[in-house]
Structure formats: C-alpha cells, structure tokens
C-alpha cells in the first residue's frame, strides 16, 4: 500500500522528509521523502493542523501531569514555517525546525498508514475535552510518552551514553501513537474490568503498529529484503523496534517468548511493574509477527518466488530455519532471482496483517480483554477473509505461544525479564 499510499497523495498532499530509521544507524542518515494527506498549504507553521501540533518549548524539564494545563504556556521556539508551496522538507537536518517537523510527520504517516487498514478516520480517544494532539519534540527526559492529548519526546541512551532524541525515532513515536490509535479504536476499560492482558495487549499492539508503519518506507523494506535475502526469520532489523543502536534495541517482534516467560496474567494490574507489562506483551508481538512471516512466505510460494519445501522448512519451529546455512543459500538463491516479487509478497503481508488486526481491534472491548479472545477474534476475522488459506499458520503461531486454543489462562509466575 505505501507505493499506493504515496502515488495517491503525490501531488495532492503536503511532503515531508522522514528518517524510517534513527539517523544514527548506518543506511539511514539521509531522511526518505514522504507524502502526507493533507493537502499542500493546509498545515501551518510548528507544523499545526486541526488534528495536531507541535510546541517547542525554550526549557521544559517535567513530562506533563495534568493535560488541563494544556497548551504549553511558557517560552517556546518559533514554529517550523512551511516553505512557499506549503511543504516540509526543506529544514536543514540539524536544526530544531526538521525535529518538529519530522515529529509532526511521523504521527501524521502513522494516521494516514492505519486509517487506511481502518477504512476510515481514527478520532482522538480524548476529543470529550480536546480537540487537537499537543506534540512536545524535546524534554529533557529518557523516555517518551502518549498521554491525554499530549505526546512528548525525550531521548534514550546508547551503550556510549549519547542521547538519541526520541524526535527523529520512527519507531518510538509510531509506537506511542499506537497507545494512542488502541485507546481509540479499543477504548478504556473500567478500573474494575481492566486485565493484566490489556496492559499487555497495547505495548503489543503499539509495536505492531510500529512494525508494520515503518514497512511503509520503499528504501526500508527493499534494504532489509536485500539484508536477509527474504529469509525474515533471520534476525534482522525488522525485527527491533525502538532500536538505539545497532546492537541494542528497546524490544525484539521476532521474539522467542512464550505465556510461560511472562507474570501470571491474574496478577493484579495495580502490582504489574513496567517491565513485567511490556514482557507480557513479547509473546502476542511475537504470535503476530510469526503470522506476518507465514502470510509472506506463503505469498512467496503462490508468485513462484519459493518452492512450497523451503517454505514448510522455514517456520519458527523448524530448527533448519535457526540452524539454517543451507536454507538461506535457498533464499539466496531464490532471491537473486526475482526480488521484485518478494518485494510484492512482502507489501501482501503487511496490508493482509494491517487490515486483519484493524477490524480485530475495532470488535475487541476493553473490559475483560483477553489474549485468547484477541487470537479467537483475528481467527475469526481471516477465515472471512481467505477462507482457509492462512488459518493453520495463524493456529500454529498462537499455540507455540500459548494463547488461546485449550491453553488455561492462568500460568505458573515466573520472574519477567
Ligand atoms: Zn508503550
């Protein structure tokens, strides 16, 4: 769709220069320039629109508390102008302007990316008493947040020491209008009704969207086809998300994960610690990301990019495809031969995942959610869809997780990583 995507809007939108990776990581220190729905000379200066804007404060050291001291009141930064045709993409990438802007970009791709899968508009879970997203593109802080009508940016540290702004992290920012896209489309269960697996089930979720906006970017996704040579088991950047540098990353999609690495998910809520939430989300990621893989190799084999016996040696079980020298010289060899329609199978799977999960959140609720009703919904859903096509797949993917399909809900509690 990102091919679609951005023919549709080139020319009619507003363009934007976008980093689809921080800027740090080699391959990725020139930003990719990118289309935005709303049309060219429609968004204001900081940029601003009527859904969203960008404030940057002169000296801002606390995250926000109270979202009814909104907007910021004190000194700020002019706002990021656009140029004369109403465009983005002319800050120079040092300055403070392209930080905002890139900010304001992201969330925006990421709205235009899932209102596509949603096949319609995502309005703010908080519209009740806000109208527009305050986006803060520099804190002084190590993390970054989504809260009520409010995002801030901080930085995070590599293993050197040096603060990465969270501004020019895709990932990061994807993933936080991620909580912001589940709260909306999910809702918000009642205190009485939240379950440790909703905690879980939007840290999941917030970094599917990630994954899945980020394959939106042409040079991303042909670079990590070329890496893995379309062998995506293989450990690869598609894999990391939130990365800091290139060997350190907040979380890992194709993760190993099962129920039975995470806390007990009848723990109450209020005793779950950040960490312990974020690991319950690993295995949900990790099903979802399995059944990505599925949906692309099966692809692979229907284009006749693959033979149907690497396909059936490649799945996470298998121990070829984490042994693999002999699997991945298939791939290789497969590869070199016609890139062009891995790259097809590859956009397949992404909008087949994309379209599958949107109407699976959109029929969730929030009170009581559970791992198993996610998994039975989206099962659900993908029979509709194609029959029976990729239902094993998907079987496969939550049972060696543990989700759902006879699996008791309750778990021994073992420690969270
Ligand atoms: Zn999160």
Redesign the pocket.
């Known amino acids: 769709m990102s091919r679609k995507l951005d023919a549709r809007l080139q020319g009619h939108g507003t363009k934007f220069r976008l980093h689809a990776q921080p800027p740090f990581l080699e391959g990725y220190e020139i930003p990719e320039t990118v289309w935005l729905s709303p049309p060219p000379g429609s968004i204001q200066p900081g940029p601003s629109d009527h859904r969203m804007y960008v404030i940057d404060p002169k000296e801002k050291k606390d995250f926000y508390e109270d979202p009814f001291s909104l907007p910021f009141k004190g000194p700020a930064h002019p706002p990021a102008p656009p140029c004369p045709q109403g465009h983005f993409d002319h800050h120079g990438q040092d300055s403070r302007e392209f930080r905002a802007a890139h900010m304001y970009g992201t969330v925006r791709r990421v709205l235009d990316i899932w209102e596509d899968y949603f096949r319609g508009p995502i309005p703010w879970h908080f519209r009740q008493t806000h109208d527009r997203l305050e986006m803060i593109p520099w804190l002084d802080w190590n993390n970054a947040q989504f809260g009520w009508a409010f995002m801030e940016a901080g930085y995070g540290r590599d293993g050197q020491g040096n603060r990465h702004a969270y501004a020019l992290n895709f990932d990061v920012l994807a993933?936080?209008a991620g909580?912001g896209l589940v709260f909306s489309m999910v809702g918000i269960p009642s205190e009485r009704n939240i379950t440790a697996e909703y905690r879980g089930f939007?840290?999941s979720a917030?970094d599917l969207v990630a994954v899945l906006s980020v394959l939106h970017f042409e040079k991303f996704l042909d670079r990590l086809l070329r890496k893995t040579a379309g062998n995506l088991y293989l450990e690869n950047m598609l894999n990391r998300v939130g990365e800091l540098s290139q060997t350190e990353e907040i979380r890992l999609a194709s993760n190993a994960y099962r129920m039975r690495d995470c806390i007990d998910v009848r723990t109450p809520v209020e005793e779950l610690s950040y960490k312990q939430v974020h690991s319950l989300g690993e295995p949900l990621t990790g099903a979802f990301f399995d059944i990505l893989v599925e949906i692309y190799q099966n692809n692979l084999v229907r284009l006749g990019a693959i033979p149907a016996e690497l396909n059936r040696d490649s799945t996470r079980n298998s121990k070829l495809a984490l042994a693999g020298d002999r699997l991945h010289k298939q791939y290789q060899d497969c590869y070199a031969q016609s890139p062009d329609l891995f790259r097809q199978a590859l956009e397949i799977a992404r909008d087949a995942l994309g379209y599958r999960l949107a109407e699976c959140w959109r029929q969730l609720r929030a009170d009581h959610l559970t791992y198993g009703g996610v998994a039975k919904t989206f099962l659900t859903i993908d029979r509709r869809l194609s029959g029976n096509c990729y239902q094993n797949a998907i079987i496969e993917s939550f049972r060696w997780r543990e989700i759902g399909f006879g699996y008791p809900r309750s778990r021994k509690a073992h420690e969270a990583h």
């Open positions: 993933h936080e909580h939007h840290e917030s």
